[in-house]
Nanobody, 122 residues
Framework: QVQLVESGGGLVQAGDSLRLSCAASGRTFSIYVMGWFRQAPGKAREFVAAINWSGGTTYYADSVKGRLTISRDKAKNTVDLQINSLEPEDTDVYYC???????????????WGRGTQVTVSS
């Protein structure tokens, strides 16, 4: 089992930056990729970014390229998501996920955190 805990969400203003963090514990040696997803009320959860745990290759949704940066610290077992130039449309619950399988862009991840709320005011 892998446990994931997100932090760093909150209420910010449009144009601000925010850094979300996800701390992983448990069988972290089994992780192939870690990702960030987001979900607005009444909408489907969608892929935002992911990073290969071993090699560090990063993947981004086209809609967020250029504004988001995903990074990982293997020594601390954390994955961060830096979001710049926040827009009201970025208001969502952001979820961290970990996968032992080579699945990156879909929701088929093995482990999920409980999410952290990001609210962007205009």
């Amino acid at each position: 089992q892998v446990q994931l805990v997100e932090s760093g969400g909150g209420l910010v203003q449009a144009g601000d930056s925010l850094r979300l963090s996800c701390a992983a514990s448990g069988r972290t040696f089994s992780i192939y990729v870690m990702g960030w997803f987001r979900q607005a009320p009444g909408k489907a959860r969608e892929f935002v970014a992911a990073i290969n745990w071993s090699g560090g290759t990063t993947y981004y949704a086209d809609s967020v390229k250029g504004r988001l940066t995903i990074s990982r610290d293997k020594a601390k077992n954390t994955v961060d998501l830096q979001i710049n130039s926040l827009e009201p449309e970025d208001t969502d619950v952001y979820y961290c996920a970990a996968n032992s399988r080579r699945v990156i862009f879909t929701l088929q991840y093995d482990y999920w955190g409980r999410g952290t709320q990001v609210t962007v005011s205009s």
